[in-house]
């Protein structure tokens, strides 16, 4: 047995003959022979170093054309920096190999020491033979006398500076944010805020990089010490210093030029200065940009340049200075901060390999594993402080284990090494490594594309050794999830200092840039590309599979949050630390959270330059999942039961609405409180029935895994201090700290203020110290001090975790769960820019259209004759311009549009529907703030989307299609352009095909949707609305339509017949009579619109567009009328004054589009004019049918009115013109020119009746040139047939004075107010009237019977 397990020891720990010699490998002696391997590997490093220095020169490696290549960039010079004796050689020492002890007994690494302050002025000296100083006007800082790690190079030619580079807190001007465990993660919390580093350089090769959290404006490069940031100027902006800007894509020298790629956050931006040589350059993503800058200033002694930069405000971004792997490290420059040693890495490999070794072995106990676990945890956890060998060594184990996990017989590896190290470590620094662990892992997951899908062969230029970015974010996420299952692991992560920062980071997308689209989607389509079906299979496939890994990466997002939010179990009872800070369990803390963040991110006073941010929009779909039950759960009355007890008040009125001065749906709030008071609803009035009150606050604490938000109580979204400055108590303060205060200032005068962020501001604590059944594997990383008499040991302050928001949370531990305030909260991240998410997937498929657009114009100049190498350039553009914006919708389909976020989308916009149904009956409802409404907009424009094929979800759709009925043109809501987007919602959801049946079902949409269209029919909603009622009336049949009829005409043909005549007769005859008015405007500006056309010169495309828009216009009004004809007959054929007015328009219509010499204009443009050959419908057709149809219905019916008399007596008929339309030529050349066109009208009988009763009419034909004043109309100046008497005594045809009441209730002479009912028949001027008539018919037969009797 003995013999067995020194075997297996020996595969697991490598431990080789020349090692173990005569010793039996055992538990007892294993250390020991692990020491006595370390030091054969150190000395053969050693040895390997020496015979390198030997035979290798020290010198920078030189320049190199393939690594960076020459540019023609233009060049600048830089100013004196800082004053840098010559006397400076390589013999100055930055930083010393500190080797002390063996392998065995590792040196404890030091605390990190506070940031130096920066220099006025730099002298170097040696005072205490060997060290050195700095020394400046007011304080001597001295280099420690240990470092942190054992320093593989020596970074003393060309550099000065403390060993550990830092930000320079004391050089900000500005203010920002300093985040994370190192404090290298900045955010600008003021307009344009600048900052630098605490070591500069003045020779050789370096390089640093720059992880970009959000996209927006950023100036990164380098600058001098006497380089002036102001609130204008910033790096870049001044000779002295150096910047490039992705999102403006330009270099900065004093000014700036075009220069690289756009940026996007997650991106790993380069920066890279040769001093040697006098270059900038950059890189972005691995990527070479070319060199950015030429003839840097270096030669001359005092200049030294700083890494700076300039943010934007509420713009991000990670500096790594060295402190970790680069990850597109350049061959031949270096960090500005050492790696450590390789023998210290080769250690660190040697136990990482073994530790792997040892958590696959499936033939040890747990206890035997636990033995061999805390010898490696001897020698390895000092090293972890190193995070360069935290993320070189020990997450590539963490993917390692994981992968090896994924068998399922190994599941839990990763589980299985935390469980070991929280028995083997020290609390503190089981903490220190759960929590650096996931920082990392948290930054993988930033810089990664979440949109590669598994096992895709995707290429990211990354050359760390061990980068898991070609993976996708997938695989982090996966490590973390599985990492935070483990509660303990969870629970370090809660005491630690970073946990708003990682909740933050791992919701954050990278936003692929043009590289990574090609490569996503390599193939693309669009109607009319002319590529093959292949192209289109493809990018649907690849259009699938990246919605796939979207969706699987933001589950585990989800999931990873719902650990902390769903975990309300309390914490030990002995952990009274743990439960102090954090108020009883992980919900509260991830309450507190999402409390913090939303209240920080709504009080900012966004700006149309600040960047967009996917954290917004992964947090706002998080909230939308936590909310899926609420918005879904309905009560005995199919009502959501959220609504019950809601408390309407407290949301709608909540103070933030008020302090960021929303408008509310009603006007301005200070409007509505004095004319139309806030009140609750009576009970009586409500639709909404007594229910049981809310589940009492014991059941929902005791209820096992029920998510807690207490954090969201009524004290959420609270404004924040003014202050810039937070000390490490959480107090304001508007003064920056003694130390900084003391030091000079390497700004230009302007004061430093810098906040800390929540989860980071520490203050000293103690806790007790657990059972520690392996004391020899509880070695100190720093953050505690060994106690040998077992006393409890104090946390360093600078990883102590407290935030104000966890110390605010304690007040209201006790609340329950509060659906209210988590849709308050969701709505308050959709006021911080979450709808500008759903608005740039419009502008991006606009952007598309666009580009199609000019490529489909292309394509058809290019038929019509040969390309000249100019346009061939110009078609290339063209081209690669419609491929990239295909591209980039494809990619926010993949992005907004996975099926889980369709899913919620829904359900919110259903939610926010019956939200404003709810509160309809009140003044609430007028009360609501208008971005809500405009939110509900955006999202049913981007759910209606045919081109998108999203899943249709019909509950929600009910609710949606319920209110947008019901409020359609509602008066309570104050601006026109807000009832116009109920109106656009509701055209947007008829044009989509799926919800046919849905509105055809819908009750509210019976009942409402036309009369609301009706209504509606007015100002500048009357053309969309006009389109809304002909897909509704539309008959497969009418001239001049088109098939694609999707609705039961019969239904809503039948809601207009027997509902709306019936009911509300005077809407329609309102909105006849507003048709009427639209069509006759819309011929009249169509005749104006021709002769501008032709006088103001055929290829003008803005007068010809306006001519389609206008013919566009009168063709709808036009087959609207041919569907009415067809529904309701009866208001033409019974009412003289409409059945005029229609052949009027009709008749003018065929006159100038068919024949003669008032068509010629429009004759002459269709000849011309593509859009007239095909795929537009027809104007002549249109009137031509709806003749038709009456003529057919006046024939089968009993109708008072003579149709055909009715056309035949119209002044404006043109017989010449119905001859030309009845022949069967002009037929067949219209038919040949509008193939498009269902149905061609045979109007050959009815044009010869109407020819019958012209002719008849003629004969009859009375001369009333010598009629008597009294028998004329005063308006017209016509024999009056019909005489009526107004109140005022004038005398009046009745036909002119009803079609003046249509448009005025007055009367036309005095302007009193008149009716209908005060019209008096004046029977006496009637009968005289005809007795005229008579008299002239008789008196005009004499002479035709005398000639015929000669």
Known sequence: ?????????????????????????????????????????????????????????????????????SSSSSSSSASPAVSVPSTITSTTSMAESTETGSASTPTTPATPTTPATPLTTVRLKDSDGGGWNWASPSHTLRRPASVPMELGEALSEGRIGPQQVAIDESSIHGSLTISGRHRLSLESTSSFASVRANVCVFKGRWMYEATLGTGGVQ?????????????????????????????????????????????????????????????????????????????????????????????????????????????????????????????????????????????????LTFNQSLSCASVLFDRMVPHLRSPYLMSSGFVPLLWDLYR?????????????????????????????????????????????????????????????????????????????????????????????????????????????????????????????????????????????????????????????????????????????????????????????????????????????????????????????????KPMTERNANGQLAVFDNFPFEDIILHKCYEKFKCTRLGGLLSYLKKEKPFHSRPEAESDLVEREPLTPPSAVASSPRQPRSSALSSALFTTPSTSNVTDNSGESSSTSSASSSSSASISSGASPTVAVTPFAAPRPITAPSPPTPIPSARMSLGIVSSSPTGSPASFNPEFSPHSPAIRQLRNSIDMPTSTPQLLHATMMLVMSRISIWIKRYGFARSDQLS????????????????????????????????????????????????????????????????????????????????????????????????????????????????????????????????????????????????????????????????????????????????????????????????????????????????????????????????????LNWGLSELVVSLGEYRDGGMNNKQLKRRVLDVYDVANALTRLLDCLGGIVPEVFLANQVNANRLVELLLSLLNRTTYGKDSQLFLDFAAKSAAFKKGRPTLPVAALGTMDALWKANCSGTYPIDFVDTIASQDVLNVDVLKHVSTPQWRDEFLAAHQDALSFPDVSVL???????????????????????????????????????????????????????????????NRAPLTVDDLIPADDIKKQIQEWIATKRAKGKEPAQATQKE
């Open 1 to 69: 047995m003995a013999d067995t397990v020194s075997t297996l020891l020996s595969e697991i720990f490598s431990l080789r003959p020349s090692i173990v010699g005569d010793e039996t490998v055992s538990f007892a002696n294993l250390g020991a022979l692990i020491d006595r391997h370390l030091n054969r590997l150190a000395d053969a490093t050693a040895s390997s170093t020496s015979a390198s220095s030997s035979s290798v020169s020290s010198k920078p490696l030189p320049a190199s054309s393939e690594t960076l290549p």
């Open 219 to 363: 100036q990164i490069g380098w600058a001098t010490l006497d380089t002036t940031f102001t609130d204008e100027n910033g790096v870049g902006d001044t000779k002295d210093s150096y910047a490039y800007d992705g999102k403006r894509v330009k270099k900065w020298n004093g000014a700036p030029k075009a220069y690289g790629l756009p940026w996007a956050g997650g991106d790993v931006i380069g920066c890279l200065l040769d001093l040697d040589d006098g270059r900038v350059t950059y890189y972005r993503n691995g990527e070479l940009l070319g060199v950015a800058f030429t003839q840097v200033e270096c030669q001359r002694a005092g200049v030294a340049y700083f890494p700076a930069l300039t943010l934007s405000q509420f713009e991000r971004c990670t500096l790594n200075l060295g402190h970790r792997p680069f990850e597109y490290p350049v061959p031949g420059y270096r960090p500005l901060q050492a790696s450590p040693a390789t023998k210290v890495s080769q250690r660190v490999t040697y136990l990482i390999t073994a530790l792997k070794s040892l958590l696959t072995q499936r033939d």
């Open 404 to 628: 090896m996990g994924e068998d399922p017989e190994s599941i839990g590896l990763v589980t299985k090494l935390f469980h070991i190290l929280e028995v083997c470590l020290h609390a503190d620094d089981y903490t220190y490594v759960v929590e650096s662990a996931l920082d990392y892992l948290a930054y993988r997951v930033l810089i990664s594309p979440t949109c590669v899908p598994e096992g895709a062969k995707y290429q990211i230029r990354s050359v760390n050794s061990n980068s898991a970015s070609v993976q996708g974010s997938l695989l982090s996420l996966k490590v973390i999830y599985e990492l935070l299952s483990y509660r303990p692991a969870k629970i370090a992560m809660l005491r630690g200092s970073t946990l708003s920062l990682f909740l933050e980071t791992i919701l954050y997308t990278k936003e692929p840039s043009v590289n990574d689209l090609s490569q996503l989607f390599p193939l693309v389509w669009w109607n009319g590309c002319g590529s093959a079906d292949t192209n289109q299979k493809s990018m649907n496939n690849a259009l699938a599979r990246a919605r796939v890994a979207h969706g699987k990466a933001e589950e585990f997002v989800q999931e990873i949050h719902l650990l902390f939010a769903d975990d309300s179990d309390p914490f030990d009872e002995d952990d009274t630390h743990t439960m102090e800070i954090l108020s009883g369990s992980p919900a509260n803390a991830w309450g507190a959270w999402v409390t913090d963040y939303v209240r920080r991110e709504t009080n900012r006073r966004w700006t149309r330059h600040s960047s967009s941010r996917t954290a917004h929009l992964s947090l706002f779909f998080l909230l939308l999942r936590r909310l899926e």
């Open 851 to 1078: 580009a199609i657009s000019h490529y489909a114009a292309s394509i058809e100049m290019k038929k019509q004759g040969g390309l000249s190498s100019l346009f061939k350039k110009e078609m290339d553009r063209i081209t690669d311009q419609a491929v990239d914006s295909t591209r980039v919708y494809c990619s926010y389909m993949a992005f907004l549009f996975h099926p889980s976020r369709v899913a919620g989308l829904y359900q919110l916009c259903g939610y926010l529907a019956e939200f404003f149904q709810a509160t309809y009956s009140t003044y609430a409802y007028e009360y609501i703030p208008q971005f809500y409404l405009w939110f509900f907009a955006d999202l049913v424009t981007s759910l209606t989307d045919p081109t998108a094929s999203l899943p249709f979800s019909r509950e929600p759709v009910a609710s949606i299609i319920s209110y947008v009925c019901s409020h359609l043109e509602d008066d309570r809501i104050a601006n026109p352009e807000n009832r116009g987007l109920v109106l656009q919602a509701v055209a947007l959801i008829m044009q989509y095909p799926d919800m046919s049946s849905a509105i055809e079902e819908n009750p509210a949409a019976r009942k409402h949707l036309i009369p609301s269209l009706l209504h509606a029919f007015n100002g500048r909603s009357w053309f969309p609305v006009s389109w809304m009622l002909l897909s509704l009336w539309k008959r497969e049949s009418a001239f001049g339509a088109t098939n694609d009829v999707h609705f039961n005409v019969d239904i809503f043909a039948g809601i207009l017949r027997d509902q709306v005549m019936k009911e509300n007769r005077k809407l329609f005859d309102e909105f006849l009579n507003k048709l009427f008015n639209n």
């Open 1247 to 1309: 044009i010869a009746a109407i020819l019958k009763r012209v002719d008849e009419l003629a004969a009859d034909e009375v001369d009333d040139s010598d009629a008597p004043d009294e028998f004329l109309d005063p308006l017209m100046q016509t024999l009056m047939r019909d005489p009526v008497r107004l109140p005022s005594g004038i005398l009046v045809d009745r036909p002119t004075i009803m079609r003046h009441l249509l448009n005025h209730a007055n009367d036309p002479f």
